[in-house]
Nanobody, 121 residues
Framework: QVQLQESGPGLVKPSQTLSLTCTVSGGSITTNYYYWSWIRQPPGKGLEWIGYIAYSGSTYYSPSLKSRTSISRDTSKNQFTLQLSSVTPEDTAVYYC?????????????WGQGTQVTVSS
């Protein structure tokens, strides 16, 4: 089975960059045809898709977050990362990595457990 695990700081100061890493085991992030995604859930709100890096290395981001988002990967470590710049308290959420089964979708067959990120001084 594929397993995903998020890691990174749980507290980020306003205006700084949020950086998270997803470590994947049980499957390669280069395997056809999957889309390695970041999704978040603010308190009391629904899931929000952030973006993905595909098996090919191509990226796609939510239009509302595109200007602040960068997703990259390290195939030697089977990891992919999220960087979200210029954060505000509105970026406080539980952040998930997941394996999407189709592009530009939150429909996923495997999810990480999620990690809480709080933006505060």
């Amino acid at each position: 089975q594929v397993q995903l695990q998020e890691s990174g700081p749980g507290l980020v100061k306003p205006s700084q960059t949020l950086s998270l890493t997803c470590t994947v085991s049980g499957g390669s992030i280069t395997t056809n045809y999957y889309y390695w995604s970041w999704i978040r859930q603010p308190p009391g709100k629904g899931l929000e898709w952030i973006g993905y890096i595909a098996y090919s290395g191509s990226t796609y981001y939510s239009p509302s977050l595109k200007s602040r988002t960068s997703i990259s990967r390290d195939t030697s470590k089977n990891q992919f990362t999220l960087q979200l710049s210029s954060v505000t308290p509105e970026d406080t959420a539980v952040y998930y990595c997941a394996r999407a089964v189709e592009p530009r979708s939150v429909r996923s067959d495997y999810w990480g457990q999620g990690t809480q990120v709080t933006v505060s001084s």
